[in-house]
């Protein structure tokens, strides 16, 4: 008789994927190894980001993370997983664009409205990057270099669609952002070349990858994190049979990675807006009660940064900013446990030693 999978309890869950977040335990201290091992963070929110890589690392800086986006073949920021915006380790790129892209047909409705057929797309995106290969651009000259070669793109929504296709191509990504505008540079002078893998073989790491920097999950977390059809996450665990380890979180079936087990956390953490910890998974109710959800995520495409105690949100946080330093104020949902105070205070030590100043913490009233 085959052996029924473990019923994982909630804190071992939570506890588990805290570990594989690298938001506990030993902490990598070095920008790519975090994005190795968390496998991808979200990145459509650039000031955000280098906090998450401070949140799963320790001891470094905020200027050692721009180091890393600075230098090819470490970091890049591209459309990847869902089609929004997300920061991967370079080898990763190519075959996670190849996976994951849909095909050009999609949005080419909305594109033939803002005057972007198929044509003027095979001339343009030749031309943005042989524009790029002196170095990054902005949206807008881009647009004008385009111009010059007699190409005309639109205003308004035109450009930015223009240069999200160029990117699901693989022909630019994200490059570093000036005077907080973003800029593009060639995909190319980022990511190295790399043999082309199949469909299955890229759905087998890609659920890999998940499980390692996520895990325990179901499928339907990993459908909900990638943006692949519920029928094709399934397809990638079940091709770790053997090596992952099935199990079942909140009665549904579910895998983990073999490691050694963590049955509770107690770890404080401060996540920064738009944390892969919070939009990671199918849904949040593991770590949030749901009475709070609202605080974390009110609509209108925002999500706030989050307190994590023992894989828990317990709150919510901001920074607030002088001429010589920084104070970080908590917002808890509820009373802190006991020791909580003094472990917000280290991180707010930490955030502002990560960008230069010094961090203090006020905590206001449970609303």
């Given at each position: 008789?085959?052996?029924?999978?473990?019923?994982?309890?909630?804190?071992?869950?939570?506890?588990?994927?805290?570990?594989?977040?690298?938001?506990?335990?030993?902490?990598?201290?070095d920008?790519?190894?975090?994005l190795?091992?968390?496998?991808s963070?979200?990145?459509?929110?650039?000031?955000a980001?280098?906090?998450?890589?401070?949140?799963?690392?320790?001891?470094?800086?905020?200027?050692?993370?721009?180091?890393?986006?600075?230098?090819?073949?470490?970091?890049?920021?591209?459309?990847?997983?869902?089609?929004?915006?997300?920061?991967?380790?370079?080898?990763?790129?190519?075959?996670?664009?190849?996976?994951?892209?849909?095909?050009?047909?999609s949005g080419?409705?909305r594109?033939?409205?803002?005057?972007?057929?198929?044509?003027?797309?095979?001339?343009?995106?030749?031309?943005?990057?042989?524009?790029?290969?002196?170095?990054?651009?902005?949206?807008?000259?881009?647009?004008?270099?385009?111009?010059?070669?007699?190409?005309?793109?639109?205003?308004g929504?035109?450009?930015?669609?223009?240069?999200?296709?160029?990117?699901?191509?693989?022909?630019?990504?994200?490059?570093?952002?000036?005077?907080?505008?973003?800029?593009?540079?060639r995909?190319?002078?980022?990511?190295?070349?790399?043999?082309?893998?199949?469909?299955?073989e890229?759905?087998?790491?890609?659920?890999?990858?998940?499980?390692?920097?996520?895990g325990?999950?179901?499928?339907?977390?990993?459908?909900?994190?990638s943006?692949?059809?519920?029928?094709?996450?399934?397809?990638?665990?079940?091709?770790?049979?053997?090596?992952?380890?099935?199990?079942r979180?909140?009665?549904?079936?579910?895998?983990?990675?073999?490691?050694?087990?963590?049955?509770?956390?107690?770890?404080?953490?401060?996540?920064?807006?738009?944390?892969?910890?919070?939009?990671?998974?199918?849904?949040?109710?593991?770590?949030?009660?749901?009475?709070?959800?609202?605080?974390?995520?009110?609509?209108?495409?925002?999500?706030?940064?989050?307190?994590?105690?023992?894989g828990?949100?317990?709150?919510?946080?901001?920074?607030?900013?002088?001429?010589?330093?920084?104070?970080?104020?908590v917002?808890?949902?509820?009373?802190l446990?006991?020791?909580?105070?003094?472990?917000?205070?280290?991180?707010?030590?930490?955030?502002?030693?990560?960008?230069?100043?010094?961090?203090?913490?006020?905590?206001?009233?449970?609303?």
């Open positions: 008789m085959a052996a029924v999978p473990e019923d994982l309890p909630v804190e071992r869950v939570r506890a588990e994927r805290v570990r594989a977040q690298s938001l506990a335990g030993q902490r990598p201290t920008p790519v190894e975090v190795r091992r968390v496998g963070l979200q990145a459509q929110d650039t000031r980001l280098p906090l998450a890589v401070r949140a799963r690392s320790d001891g470094l800086d905020a200027a050692a993370v721009r180091r890393a986006f600075a230098r090819p073949r470490q970091l890049v920021t591209t459309w990847l997983m869902r089609g929004t915006l997300h920061t991967a380790p370079a080898e990763d790129v190519r075959w996670l664009l190849d996976l994951l892209r849909p095909p050009r047909s080419r409705i594109r033939l409205q803002l005057g972007l057929d198929d044509d003027l797309l095979d001339r343009a995106l030749p031309d943005v990057a042989d524009a790029l290969a002196a170095g990054p651009l902005t949206r807008a000259e881009i647009v004008d270099r385009l111009a010059g070669q007699g190409i005309a793109i639109g205003a929504q035109a450009p930015a669609h223009l240069l999200l296709l160029a990117a699901r191509e693989g022909v630019v990504c994200r490059g570093p952002d000036r005077d907080d505008e973003p800029t593009y540079v995909l190319d002078d980022r990511v190295g070349p790399a043999e082309p893998l199949d469909r299955d890229a759905l087998a790491r890609l659920a890999r990858r998940y499980l390692t920097g996520h325990p999950a179901r499928a339907a977390d990993l459908a909900a994190w943006g692949l059809p519920l029928r094709e996450a399934r397809t990638g665990l079940d091709a770790l049979r053997g090596d992952a380890e099935e199990v979180i909140a009665g549904e079936p579910a895998c983990r990675w073999p490691s050694e087990p963590v049955d509770e956390d107690r770890t404080v953490r401060l996540v920064p807006a738009f944390d892969e910890y919070v939009l990671g998974y199918r849904g949040r109710d593991l770590a949030l009660d749901g009475r709070f959800a609202g605080r974390v995520q009110p609509g209108g495409g925002i999500v706030h940064p989050a307190v994590l105690a023992g828990r949100i317990v709150g919510t946080w901001r920074q607030q900013r002088a001429r010589d330093g920084l104070t970080v104020i917002q808890p949902f509820g009373r446990r006991r020791g909580a105070r003094g472990e917000l205070a280290a991180e707010a030590a930490d955030i502002g030693r990560f960008v230069g100043l010094d961090g203090t913490l006020a905590v206001a009233p449970v609303a």
